[in-house]
């Protein structure tokens, strides 16, 4: 059963999750739920930075990350280092799309925090 929205408190728990398994650098909510035309059954999309996931393949990264999931909607989460993820947003990516129009999420003890 989705909802409309996005659940900040929900939200807000999994990122302390993530961050208690990764140091978060920077955590940005993209797509459908950051633009709020999400219907009910939209997942959410995020872009997760840390230097937590070198030498993880990108498979383990998600995987691991999706543990920490508790909501009743799917979530895509995009997993990259600070190095991977510098690297995306100066090739115009959607990544730099997503860090331009995206909502950049508060990460309790993350850089510049």
């Known amino acids: 059963m989705g909802h409309l929205g996005v659940d900040r408190e929900r939200l ?3 990122l302390k999750r ?4 990764f140091p978060l650098h920077r955590a940005i909510l993209v797509g459908s ?5 999400e219907l009910m059954e939209s997942d959410y999309d995020l872009v997760l930075v840390s ?3 070198a030498g993880l393949s990108w498979r ?7 543990e ?3 909501m009743d909607v799917d979530l895509q989460p995009l997993c990259y280092t600070p190095e991977e993820y510098a690297r995306k947003v100066a090739e115009l990516s959607s990544v730099a799309e997503a860090t331009r129009d995206g909502l950049v999420l508060p990460v309790p003890g993350a850089p510049g925090a």
């Not at 993530?18 to 398994?21: A, I, M, N």
């Not at 383990?60 to 999706?66: C, E, N, Q, T």
């Open 18 to 21: 993530v961050q208690g398994r």
């Open 68 to 70: 920490l999931w508790e």
């Open 33 to 37: 739920r950051a633009r709020g035309d």
């Open 12 to 14: 807000d728990a999994f």
């Open 51 to 53: 230097p937590g996931f």
């Open 60 to 66: 383990d990264r998600i995987g691991m990350v999706l």
